[in-house]
Nanobody
């Protein structure tokens, strides 16, 4: 499985960004697609996941109600729509996939390169 993340950038607080993660490979459609983020000096934090086959989603507490994860079957792409962004959302965002439905990064086998999101106050 290969993942390609994009869409990061600089935005003012209260603004929006949409991240994309394009997936390829034979097995990802049976996997969970997940977004994590990591800022300097902090551990990698779970953001959201979507179970590709059913569309079931789950969010971390810090983004619940502001972020939405979705998938596009036709384009094999997972999106993370981020609204009402806050300076504390500043981080490198990573997409990942694996066979287990879990918010723990230890169980994800495949990772895309990160994309930087910076929210200015």
């Amino acid at each position: 499985v290969q993942l390609q993340a994009s869409g990061g950038g600089l935005v003012q607080a209260g603004g929006s960004l949409r991240l994309s993660c394009a997936a390829s490979g034979r097995t990802f459609r049976s996997y969970v697609m997940c977004w994590f983020r990591q800022s300097p000096g902090k551990e990698r934090e779970f953001v959201a996941y979507i179970y590709w086959s059913t569309g079931t989603t789950y969010y971390g507490d810090s983004v619940k109600g502001r972020f939405t994860i979705s998938r596009d079957n036709a384009n094999d792409t997972v999106y993370l729509q981020m609204n009402s962004l806050k300076p504390e959302d500043t981080a490198v965002y990573y997409c990942a996939t694996g066979p287990y439905v879990t918010p723990s990064p230890r169980f994800y086998d495949y990772w895309g390169r990160g994309t930087q999101v910076t929210v200015s106050s």
